[in-house]
């Protein structure tokens, strides 16, 4: 059997006095992961601490499987080291961000930004992959316009291409589909759950949108306050 | 294969630049409150340098300036000529015989005469040659301006130098022909003049003491000793700033000296004067530069703190966060410098049009060496780095997350 392709146990970290937990999190390769709970539960502070972007306070295990080497990647090491270089590179490297809002460079038109994770790797500007993707959302048209000249939903779109262009093992992406109408929303979550599992990209996703989630069969990660009420611990929903 | 390169420096100065064009009326402001600075500071200075260097230069096209006149007659060997010659900051010397001795009578004809014209030894060097003339050599000797106009002779006519001496109650004249090789320039001596090599001089001096002289026309008599002793020196010093001590040297020596030092600490003077208003005016102005830079910096990297934290969610590195930062400020720092050397180009031609009409031609009131600019240029590019940097310090420890959220 394949490793998973992340492995995590027991990460947390507290706001304040309220503490977020995830006890055990994996994900194999193409398979994709929503994170659902209440409004301010933090979900999105998950998903940083997953993201290398937010240093949790307790984390026992953290590992990225390593396609050629043998062992997996030790990330734990790493954030308790507070590697911030290394982290940096490593989200730059293996790591594909959806921000909820599109998070589209104002300076560089769409296909700048689409290629801009490719160039800070010294890859071409356009791989196959990326073309297809650019014809499939059609983003064709828009390439030569400004994210100031786009909808919302084609700044999500854009977005979304920029994230696995790289072709990334982990796409993290935070409500994407939050600003979009119903028709919108699903479009591209369908697009997401594909692309993810066509090119066996791990994907996790925060949303809120559990008609969405089911009717796509997306397996789901649910917030549910701790005991007392001081915190939320995430599970597999069952 | 997973690619391990990080981000180069090229991707990030292309991205800079191209914020800054996106931007490009905040980056125009920047721009134009750099000019404001840069160009007046450098028309400033540019003046300061070329009117000091025009009083300077005018000093040293009166080779006067450079003089150090020995007064009185005193008794030099060769081994204190060499001592004066090992000085630092000397010119030129150049042995001289008594006062007395240094006159001569030139004619052309009947007519054309000048009594008592001063002879002055001259030889390779010499500050009254200017950089054009040949020194005089055997009997190929050199006018002053004066003395050419009254003889009415020019370069290649011959004259005849006399001297008179009183010899047994007989009043003899030695006589020699010459040829005029040249005429000096009227600013070099203003009396009539005749350079000529040492050994006339000397030759004259001997002549006058009763010796036979047969380049005088008088073989007969006691042939002169060898000539060990001097009674005076034409002494010049390398630069304006090498006569003052050269005279303080001599005086050392119990020698009283005669120079224009006044001219000279006058010059110096306005030179002092000039760059302390110069200091005061600069550094206000590099003040009131840095302060509206580091405001417009700050500024523009709270506006952008979403792309800055954007940039290291991708995956910059916090340091190359700093540096797109401080590539900004440098290239608008070099932008800015452009333009304000252009102002500078502008202004200054300005000002020699007008205020140097009353120059000679290549004359100029305001003028900068490329020394200058660069130093100009690699100070506003630190200054800019350097305020840059404070902002930059900020921009690293923007987190990552902050473009995730609440957008």
């Known amino acids: 059997m394949t490793p998973p392709l992340l492995h995590i146990e027991n990460l947390a970290i507290h706001r304040g006095t309220y503490r977020i937990l995830l006890p055990r999190l994996s994900l194999a390769r193409g398979e994709v992961a929503a994170i659902t709970g209440a409004s301010g539960c933090g979900k999105s502070t998950l998903l940083e601490m997953i993201g290398l972007i937010l240093r949790p306070e307790d984390l026992d295990r953290y590992e990225l499987d390593e396609r050629d080497a043998g062992a997996p990647l030790d990330i734990a090491a790493l954030l308790r080291a507070d590697r911030q270089a290394r982290l940096a590179d490593l989200r730059a490297q293996r790591l594909g961000f959806v921000p909820q809002s599109g998070g589209l460079l104002p300076f560089l038109d769409v296909r700048q930004n689409i290629a801009l994770p490719r160039r800070m790797l010294g890859l071409p500007a356009g791989g196959e992959r990326v073309e297809e993707a650019v014809e499939r959302l059609g983003l064709r048209p828009l390439l030569h316009k400004k994210p100031a000249q786009l909808s919302i939903g084609e700044r999500q779109r854009a977005s979304f291409v920029r994230a696995i262009a790289h072709e990334p093992d982990l796409l993290l992406a935070d409500e994407p589909t939050a600003a979009l109408d119903p028709f919108q929303a699903r479009r591209l979550f369908e697009l997401i759950v594909e692309t993810s599992q066509r090119l066996r990209i791990a994907t996790l996703l925060v949303s809120h949108d559990w008609g969405l989630l089911r009717d796509c069969a997306i397996r789901r990660l649910v917030g549910v306050p701790e005991d007392g009420g001081g915190g939320t611990v995430f599970r597999d929903a069952a | ?407």
């Not at chain 2, 750099?34 to 005018?58: D, S, Y």
């Not at chain 2, 005193?74 to 010659?85: C, E, K, M, Q």
């Not at chain 2, 005429?183 to 009539?192: D, G, I, Y």
């Not at chain 2, 050269?246 to 006058?266: D, P, Y």
Request: hydrophobic share 50%; with cysteine.
């Open chain 2, 1 to 407: 294969m997973r690619p391990d390169a990080r981000p180069g420096w090229g991707l990030l100065a292309a991205l800079a630049s191209r914020d800054l064009w996106h931007d490009r009326q905040v980056s125009l402001c920047i721009v134009a409150a750099l000019v404001a600075v840069i160009a007046p500071l450098l028309l400033l200075f540019g003046l300061k340098h070329g009117v000091v260097l025009q009083l300077r230069g005018e000093l040293l096209d009166d080779p006067r300036n450079l003089e150090i006149r020995l007064l009185g007659n005193h008794d030099l060997d060769r081994a204190w000529f060499a001592h004066l010659a090992a000085q630092p900051g000397v010119g030129f010397v150049m042995p001289l015989t008594r006062s007395l001795n240094t006159q001569a009578d030139l004619a052309r004809d009947s007519q054309r005469f000048v009594a008592d014209a001063e002879v002055i030894p001259s030889g390779p060097g010499d500050p009254l040659l200017g950089t054009r003339l040949a020194p005089p050599e055997g009997d190929r000797v050199l006018l002053s301006a004066s003395a050419a106009r009254r003889l009415e002779v020019g370069a290649g006519e011959r004259i005849r130098l006399a001297v008179l001496r009183k010899l047994d109650g007989n009043s003899e004249r030695g006589q020699r022909e010459l040829t005029v090789a040249g005429v000096l320039p009227e600013t070099a001596f203003s009396r009539p003049a005749l350079l000529v090599p040492l050994d006339l001089l000397v030759a004259m001096e001997d002549f006058r003491d009763g010796f036979a002289v047969p380049a005088l026309g008088f073989a007969a008599g006691r042939a002169p000793p060898p000539r060990e002793r001097y009674a005076r020196a034409r002494v010049y010093a390398g630069s304006l700033d090498d006569v003052a001590p050269l005279a303080a040297w001599l005086e050392g020596q119990r020698i009283e000296t005669g120079t224009r030092l006044r001219e000279i600490e006058s010059v110096k003077a306005v030179d002092r004067v000039l760059g302390l208003i110069f200091a005061v005016i600069a550094w206000t102005a590099a003040i009131g530069c840095v302060a509206s830079l580091a405001g417009a910096f700050l500024a523009n990297i709270d506006r952008k703190r979403k792309d800055l934290a954007l940039l290291r969610l991708l995956g910059f590195r916090r340091i190359a966060v700093g540096a797109y930062v401080m590539v900004q400020a440098a290239l608008l720092t070099s932008l800015a410098f452009a333009l304000g050397y252009l102002a500078y180009l502008a202004g200054s031609t300005v000002f020699n049009r007008a205020l140097g009409a009353n120059l000679a031609a290549d004359a100029f009131v305001c003028r900068l060496e490329n020394l200058h600019i660069l130093l100009a240029f690699a100070s506003a590019l630190l200054i800019a780095i350097l305020v840059a940097a404070v902002g930059g310090y900020r921009a690293i420890h923007i987190q990552p997350a902050e473009s995730l959220r609440d957008l």
